[in-house]
């Protein structure tokens, strides 16, 4: 029996190939969007949690012995080496390709391949065809490419990511194997190897804490926070990155020493899902991008229908198929504004050189423009808005809060300044003492007091951090130089050497004989000096905790008299403590003993091992010390500029709530008047729950709530309050606020300096960077970098962003009032056939020869006065193109100048003996080369050679009067509502490109051997005449729609023709 056999058709085979190739690229795209939602999720640890015993179990390890060598080949087999994977680049000549065909560049290529095409057709179909067209295609190919070129080298940044995350990685690591403790790569460990770390070490692997000895890391890079954190064995919060038993990759150990066991490496670290994150992250398309796209698809529009339908109609009425096909080609071209790409280009590297000497470096040319869409900023705390350095703020003694400003003051001689010198402490505010007046609150510190003078001997003394002793870093100014030890120590000298001077001096004098250093259990530390005072006892100086310090302490220092501690001076220590703690300041207690000299005579051998032999009990407390990292001076002003154009700030941290806030208010992001909903509790007394978030401005959200908040109530509290502070984020959080801000509509610019801050900035619209203090990974993942570091540097940025938007509008309308006297000459020559009164080359003349420098030179244009008072830019309303510049770039202004460039053209055939009425219908005749005896006006013969010159000649007169006219447009388009008379002239430029304009049009036409090259041919000086009065009233009839827009604002005039 035969079996039948079924035969697929080819067409059915392809349908099936092209089907499996849909469903192919559909599985791939949804694979990479789970794998970015999973990268987006907070990290999940439990290593932190379980028994260390049940961990050595899971990993096989053993904490005396390590794992073996066959475990750690076998493990390093199995899961890879220790580095971060590299991802999938894109070849440097895709990138090529895609600068080469996206955006403006399609609509040339088009053009171009338009008049390839209409020149192939002539080759084919006519005898000794023009250049024209050929000459046209290979100009705009020009454009492209030289565009291009320019864009590529300008944007080829996002490959170096990697690169700069691979520098994270600490070359070697001390590790415990098979017993014995080798010096291994930092790419051999696996999970269950036993590390030892030390001081100034790079931390290789994602690690638990065995043991700890004053250990402290510095987790500024991914968390944001720029206080060392002390890593100790014991677990302290389900939070991974909270908890002190867990130190992470690429972070740095500061301080101490400590054993770890790796739980994590390569990839799977908490860095290495950063770095996985930021590479996935596809960059949002910029709002320029976007213009320019919706600019594309109008142009292209507007030009097929307009180019269709006049094939259609010439093709209806009689015409050569041929010579619609021209038409077509003709109208097509015309629409092409030629050097819009490359003026477009231009301008905005001209605005990102101006931006860059005003320490904004931009790495994405259109990223100048985003800058100026921006409605919502996400600002990291750390180094931007903050000094990103501990400075003392406050000093507690006496029953007196002092505030101090020595965070900015210059360096003092080596005896105290005298009360009116710039870092003299204020006394800001005062508590109330028990039994002893406070004292004028605006008094100044009595530098020669003893509490003052007990309270900074302690400060000089109970210190390890020291100034690097290099020249360079001497010479600077106090506040500015670099030391060795943790960011609080270094506040506390550097204002100990602001107030007094010749700090290090002072220790030689008062040398250290025994230290007890600080660590997490005991939280104090504690030195023991020999004195220059004349004193033979030895002095104890304590530092640390504050609460730890007071419960120390029997007795208190209050002016000069030392008195027993009761009640009523904890009281009023609890209340300063509470006071600067409330302002988000790291608060640190003081106090000192002199040790009696028959038990401590001269000599003794002191000891501070596991038990000192000496007293830790029975001090005297001297005061509180409270250090923050301050807001930079300009932050402020910026924030209030922000504010007035309409710009949200939202500041987005990993440091803590209290701190956060204090910051937020001192800059101005969260206002003085403005409450939280606990505030506004904690005012009326009743729970937060009955207070309507509404009648909050301000919200303060904490990160662990944020994690377990669905989309849709993080958008309700971005649009209910104006005012909003994220604390204690994470790198995911990050995004996640970005892509809820984004989900409203905003343009959101993203500051940060940190690793932990680069996923926000490649999601980000426009991602800003800091230049000094930012890491090479933020540097990379980021648009823009500020070289200053200097929030108030994005401010200027904006301003130059909402400039070249307007700048940009302005130039396009230029241009566009010369693309319609460009196509007018193609329409009236099908519907009356008329001679062509503009080629193909003159028009390439003019768009990438006479309108070039004056639309680069809307560039310079200065910023208008309300630029920074006007709100954002609506990317759904406010276009680059919009119908209503169309309609006065086209319907008004073009007109005019068309009337213009046809009315001189008439007056040169006039004077040659073609009147108009004889011009009309004159076509057929005046192209055919057969006819040689065509009778003008006043019966003259005209040959076909003697008319093509005389076409030429007339279409000359037209190029003259366009450039004329154009003297006059581009100085009605430097103002959109105010009279042109009303801005003054503060730079030359817009002078300078037209008397380009003016020179170069001479130059083309009065240059003899252009008549062969470009069919331009010598105009008569009379003939620059006609135009005249055209100009004359294009000036009088912008200034009177320009006045009818003032008296009427929101009128009929105002919403056809304002743009």
Not at 14 to 41: M, N
Not at 867 to 890: E, F, H, Q
Request: proline share 5%; hydrophobic share 40%; glycine share 6%.
């Amino acid at each position: 029996m035969k079996q039948s056999v079924s035969i697929t058709s080819p067409r059915t085979k392809g349908k099936h190939i092209f089907q499996k190739i849909i469903d192919y690229a559909r599985r791939r795209k949804e694979a990479k969007q789970h794998r970015i939602a999973d990268l987006k999720k907070e990290v999940k640890f439990d290593e932190h949690s379980v028994p260390i015993e049940e961990l050595y179990a899971r990993y096989q390890t053993d904490p005396r012995q390590g794992l073996t060598s066959e475990q750690a080949q076998n493990r390093l087999l199995e899961d890879g080496s220790n580095a971060l994977a590299p991802p999938k680049r894109t070849p440097a000549w895709i990138k090529f390709l895609k600068q080469m065909a996206g955006g403006f560049a399609l609509l040339l290529w088009l053009g171009a391949i338009l008049c390839f095409m209409c020149y192939g057709i002539q080759i084919q179909m006519v005898e000794n065809p023009g250049g024209d067209y050929l000459y046209l295609g290979i100009a705009l190919v020009a454009v492209v490419f030289i565009t291009g070129v320019f864009s590529f080298y300008q944007e080829a940044k996002t490959s170096r990511i990697m690169d700069s995350f691979k520098k994270m990685i600490p070359q070697y690591a001390v590790v415990l194997r098979d017993g014995e403790k080798k010096n291994l790569k930092a790419d051999e460990l696996v999970v269950g190897d036993i590390i030892d770390i030390k001081f100034g070490d790079r931390i290789p692997a994602d690690i638990r804490i065995l043991s700890a000895h004053g250990f402290k890391i510095d987790n500024s890079s991914l968390t944001g926070e720029s206080e060392p954190q002390s890593r100790m064995p014991e677990f302290t919060d389900d939070n991974p990155l909270e908890t002190k038993n867990l130190a992470f990759f690429s972070t740095y150990a500061v301080e101490g020493t400590c054993i770890g066991l790796v739980v994590r490496t390569g990839d799977d670290t908490v860095m290495g899902r950063i770095a996985r994150l930021v590479t996935a992250i596809k960059p949002v398309q910029t709002p320029i991008a976007k213009e320019i796209t919706h600019f594309v698809k109008i142009i292209t529009a507007f030009a097929a229908v307009l180019g269709l339908s006049f094939f259609t109609f010439a093709f209806i009425i009689g015409y050569f198929w041929l010579d619609a096909v021209i038409f077509l080609v003709g109208i097509i071209v015309a629409n092409v504004p030629e050097g819009l790409l490359a003026t477009m280009t231009v301008c905005l590297s001209l605005t990102a050189k101006h931006m860059a000497k005003k320490n904004c470096l931009v790495k994405n040319l259109e990223a100048v423009e985003t800058l100026g869409s921006t409605s919502v900023i996400c600002s990291d705390k750390t180094g931007t808005l903050t000094q990103n350095r501990m400075t003392v703020a406050h000093a507690w003694f006496d029953n007196k809060i002092f505030g101090t400003s020595v965070g900015s003051a210059p360096r003092e001689g080596p005896t105290s300044p005298s009360p009116s010198s710039p870092s003299t402490a204020q006394c800001n505010y005062k508590l109330t003492s028990p039994g002893k007046g406070a004292g004028d609150p605006n008094s100044q510190l009595d530098r020669e007091c003893i509490g003052w003078k007990s309270l900074l001997r302690c400060v000089m003394l109970c210190s390890r951090a020291e100034f690097k002793n290099e020249a360079e870093n001497l010479a600077k100014p106090v506040a500015e130089r670099s030391c060795n030890g943790d960011a609080s120590e270094s506040a506390l000298l550097k204002c100990a050497e602001i107030m007094c001077g010749e700090v290090i001096d002072y220790r030689r004098r008062n040398p250290k004989v025994v230290e007890i250093p600080f660590n997490s259990s005991n939280k104090f530390q504690v030195s023991v000096h020999l004195t220059d005072d004349g004193d033979r006892r030895y002095l104890l100086a304590m530092k640390g905790a504050p609460e730890r310090i007071l419960d120390r302490c029997d007795t208190i220092l209050i002016d000069g008299e030392e008195l027993a501690m009761n009640d009523e001076w904890r009281a009023s220590f609890q209340e300063a403590y509470a006071q600067l703690g409330g302002l988000g300041e790291r608060v640190l207690g003081f106090c000192d003993v002199r040790l009696p000299e028959d038990e401590f005579p001269p000599g003794y051998a002191f000891s501070a091992e596991d038990e000192p032999n000496f007293p830790l009990v029975g001090m005297r407390f001297l005061g509180l010390m409270s250090m923050i990292d301050p807001p930079r001076v300009n932050v402020p002003m910026a924030v209030e500029r922000c504010r007035s154009a309409g710009i949200k700030v939202i500041m987005v941290t990993g440091d803590h709530p209290i701190t956060a806030t204090a910051i937020a208010r001192a800059v101005g992001i969260i206002s003085p008047k403005s409450e939280t909903r606990g505030e506004i509790a904690a005012r009326r007394g009743v729970p937060v729950e009955s207070v309507d978030a509404k009648e909050a401005r301000a919200c303060v959200v904490h990160g662990t709530d944020l994690r377990n908040m669905p989309l849709s109530e993080l958008t309700t509290i971005l649009r209910l309050h104006p005012e909003i502070v994220f604390a204690r984020t994470s790198p995911q959080d990050k995004v996640n606020i970005v892509e809820a801000v984004q989900s409203l509509g905003a343009v959101v610019a993203v500051t940060g300096d940190g690793v932990n801050d680069s996923p926000a900035l490649k999601k980000a619209d426009i991602g800003i960077a800091m230049g000094i203090a930012g890491s090479d990974v933020s540097k990379e993942a980021a648009d823009m970098i500020l070289l200053d570091d200097n929030f108030a540097s994005i401010v200027t940025g904006v301003e130059e962003g909402r400039n070249i938007f307007d700048n940009l509008k302005k130039a396009i309308c230029y241009v566009l009032s010369s693309n319609f006297p460009e196509l007018m000459p193609f329409l009236m020559y099908i519907l009356t056939d008329i001679p062509l009164a503009l080629g193909t080359v003159t028009i390439l003349c003019i768009d990438l020869g006479t309108d070039i420098i004056p639309t680069i030179a809307c560039a310079y244009e200065r910023p208008e006065a309300d630029i920074m008072n006007r709100p954002p830019r609506d990317p759904k309303r406010d276009k680059l193109v919009s119908r209503r510049m169309l309609a006065m770039g086209y319907g008004l202004i073009g007109m005019i100048l068309s009337t213009a460039g046809f009315f001189v053209f008439f007056v040169v055939m006039a004077e040659m003996g073609f009147w108009t009425s004889r011009l009309v219908g004159i076509r057929r005749s005046w192209e055919a080369k057969t006819c040689t005896d065509l009778v003008d006006s006043y019966g003259q013969e005209w040959t076909f050679e003697q008319r093509k010159v005389l076409e030429a000649t007339a279409q000359t007169a037209f190029f003259i009067s366009i450039v004329q006219m154009q003297w006059i447009n581009i100085f009605i388009v430097r103002t959109r509502r105010l009279s042109t008379f009303h801005k003054p002239m503060r730079d030359h430029h817009l002078l300078l490109s037209v008397l380009f304009e003016t020179a170069l049009g001479c130059l083309l036409v009065y240059t003899p051997g252009m008549d062969e090259g470009l069919s331009l041919y010598f105009v008569k000086g009379m003939w620059w005449l006609p135009t005249l009065p055209f100009l004359v009233f294009t000036l009088a009839f912008d200034e009177f729609r320009k006045y009818l827009i003032r008296r009427n604002p929101g009128g009929f005039i105002e919403d056809e023709t304002c743009y």
